[in-house]
């Protein structure tokens, strides 16, 4: 019999086809879609996002785990009304220009929505100008860049600069990620936060934006 805990310990064992007849069933039974994902989906990425940041789960695991809550969601967000969608905020995010590493950066996007961003991946070999053009189509809160080449990682400074330079540098808040990265980085290139991590991320984001 399906339940809020049964769809999450499906999650976190990254089940998608038992998620999805989880969450079906759940849906015939009359629950409230937004508590299968918040106490079923959200409830169950939130272990695995804590498990992963304590060493306890891997790369793999957790983009299936990812992968499984996406199905569900989309079984349930048919039937919710968009304004009602958790949404924290919204976060763009992209790896940076000349730089193809995406594994990293797809998590951090992944851990976001499941802890109820709004994400908008736009992709890798991300030019400054390309950075721009996405804060004013769809006006994020958060900025998120990745960066996996001592080489790339100087195109976050060139980021910031042309979000200045465009008088836009204060719509977002800025945060940088990826395995060069560090704070003492973060701090001299003026971004507004680094995150080692992707469950990092996600706690960065909402302590940002002052949501819990
Ligand atoms: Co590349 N590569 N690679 N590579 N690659 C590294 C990064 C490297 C360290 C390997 C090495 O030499 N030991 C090295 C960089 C050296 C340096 O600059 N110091 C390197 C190199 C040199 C290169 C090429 C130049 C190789 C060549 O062609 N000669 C080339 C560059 C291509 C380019 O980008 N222009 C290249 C290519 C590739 C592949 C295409 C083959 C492939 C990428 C496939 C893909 O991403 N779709 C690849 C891979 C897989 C790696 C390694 C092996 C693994 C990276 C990865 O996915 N890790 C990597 C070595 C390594 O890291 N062990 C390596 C798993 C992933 C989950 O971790 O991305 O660190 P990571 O993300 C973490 C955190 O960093 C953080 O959260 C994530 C999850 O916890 N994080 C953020 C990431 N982004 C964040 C953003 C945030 C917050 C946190 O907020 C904004």
Same mark, same amino acid.
């Given at each position: 019999?399906?339940?809020?805990?049964?769809?999450?310990?499906?999650? !976190?064992?990254?089940?998608?086809?038992?998620?999805?007849?989880?969450?079906?069933? $759940?849906?015939?039974? &009359?629950?409230?879609? $937004?508590?299968?994902?918040?106490?079923?989906?959200?409830?169950?990425?939130?272990?695995?996002?804590?498990?992963?940041?304590?060493?306890?789960?891997?790369?793999?695991?957790?983009?299936?785990?990812?992968?499984?809550?996406?199905?569900?969601?989309? @079984?349930?967000?048919?039937?919710?009304?968009?304004?009602?969608?958790?949404?924290?905020?919204?976060?763009?995010?992209?790896?940076?220009?000349?730089?193809?590493?995406?594994?990293?950066?797809?998590?951090?996007?992944?851990?976001?929505?499941?802890? &109820?961003?709004?994400?908008?991946? @736009? &992709? @890798?070999?991300?030019?400054?100008?390309?950075?721009?053009?996405?804060?004013?189509?769809?006006?994020?809160?958060?900025?998120?860049?990745?960066?996996?080449?001592?080489?790339? !990682?100087?195109? !976050?400074?060139?980021?910031?600069?042309?979000?200045?330079?465009?008088?836009?540098?204060?719509?977002?808040?800025?945060?940088?990620?990826?395995?060069?990265?560090?704070?003492?980085?973060?701090?001299?290139?003026?971004?507004?936060?680094?995150?080692?991590?992707?469950?990092?991320?996600?706690?960065?984001?909402?302590?940002?934006?002052?949501?819990?």
């Amino acid at each position: 019999m399906a339940n809020f805990e049964s769809v999450a310990q499906a999650v !976190m064992a990254g089940k998608e086809a038992q998620v999805k007849d989880e969450v079906k069933s $759940l849906v015939d039974s &009359g629950a409230a879609p $937004l508590d299968i994902i918040n106490q079923g989906l959200i409830a169950g990425m939130n272990v695995v996002g804590a498990r992963f940041k304590n060493g306890e789960m891997f790369v793999p695991e957790v983009l299936m785990a990812a992968r499984s809550m996406a199905s569900g969601i989309e @079984i349930v967000k048919p039937l919710i009304a968009d304004k009602d969608m958790p949404n924290k905020g919204t976060v763009v995010i992209g790896t940076v220009k000349g730089d193809l590493h995406d594994i990293g950066k797809n998590l951090v996007a992944m851990m976001l929505e499941s802890g &109820g961003f709004k994400v908008v991946n @736009i &992709g @890798i070999d991300i030019p400054p100008e390309k950075f721009v053009d996405a804060v004013k189509e769809h006006n994020p809160q958060i900025v998120a860049m990745s960066a996996l080449l001592t080489t790339t !990682m100087l195109h !976050m400074k060139d980021t910031i600069e042309l979000f200045k330079e465009e008088g836009i540098r204060e719509k977002a808040k800025v945060i940088v990620g990826g395995a060069p990265i560090s704070q003492d980085f973060s701090d001299e290139i003026g971004a507004d936060g680094f995150a080692p991590d992707a469950a990092s991320a996600v706690e960065l984001c909402k302590s940002l934006l002052g949501v819990a």
